[in-house]
């Protein structure tokens, strides 16, 4: 990671409340992209998904990869509801 990098990632870290260890792990497995978090078309989206990630990481003593899982169903299931909702009022 470049130092711009770390940077960047060290100032979300501070504004999310989360430990820079745990932010990068979770880039590193792949929870969560740098590019997503850094970009700011993408940046609300993935800070959400970041703040849900950790939520759950703490409260059920989950690791970042089955965190990454239960985040990407709920995603889906939140996605297949709204299709659901479109749908039903067109």
Do not use: N
């Not at 609300?44 to 849900?52: G, I, M, S, T």
Request: proline share 1%; charged share 35%; hydrophobic share 45%.
């Amino acid at each position: 990671m470049s130092p711009q990098g770390r940077k960047k990632l060290e100032a979300l870290a501070a504004e999310c409340s989360i430990e820079i260890e745990w932010l990068e792990l979770a880039v590193h497995e792949g929870a969560v992209s740098e590019d997503e978090l850094t970009a700011e078309e993408h940046a609300a989206a993935a800070r959400a998904r970041l703040r849900r990630l950790r939520r759950l990481c703490a409260s059920l003593d989950l690791d970042v990869y089955a965190a990454s899982i239960i985040v990407d169903l709920l995603e889906r299931l939140e996605s297949a509801q709204s299709e659901l909702e479109r749908r039903r009022g067109a």
